[in-house]
């Protein structure tokens, strides 16, 4: 199965972020109800010096403030990689509807992997999540870029 248009649309913010020295990692936050996108992001924790600046919480920020409100229901968030325990904290309170996410990540990965965050029993809300979206192109986007740097 091809990935969604907007997962092209999570490539390109995080091939951007690569671009700019950053983990390519890119996130696109989306109201299908409107057919729209609310926000795209890719990795910006070196240019801030933030360590939260990852592309989930950016976009997430991003959405929140062009709505003038704390949560998103109803929305979808496309992410190249698989949400960390951070980022999976804010897609729960934020209320998203879906999280569509490219490659697994064992090591820093919270969703399928580590604490698996929308399992636990303190989650407040749990979006649905549809994983592999793209996996082989974001696994190669990581591995060129870190390949790169070694």
């Known amino acids: 199965m091809p990935p969604p248009p907007y997962m092209d649309l999570a490539f ?10 950053e983990v390519p990692v890119g996130a696109v936050l989306v109201d299908p109800v409107a057919g729209r996108v609310l926000a ?6 070196e240019e801030l010096c933030d360590p939260s600046a990852h592309a989930e919480l950016l976009a997430i920020r991003e959405a929140c403030a062009a709505r003038g409100q ?5 929305c979808d968030l496309y992410v190249t990689l698989e949400p ?9 309170f934020a209320r998203l509807r879906r999280v569509y996410y490219g490659a ?12 698996r965050f929308f399992t636990q029993p303190t989650c407040h809300h749990a979006p ?3 994983s592999g979206i793209g996996e ?14 070694r």
């Open 12 to 21: 390109a913010a995080a091939e951007a972020a690569a671009a700019r020295g």
């Open 40 to 45: 795209a992001a890719g990795n910006r924790t």
């Open 70 to 74: 704390p949560r998103l229901p109803g």
């Open 84 to 92: 960390c325990a951070l980022c999976a904290a804010a897609i729960s």
């Open 104 to 115: 697994y990540d064992p090591k820093g990965g919270a969703v399928d992997h580590g604490p």
């Open 128 to 130: 649905e999540v549809y």
């Open 136 to 149: 082989t192109r974001a696994g190669a986007l990581l591995r060129d870029f870190f390949r790169d740097r």
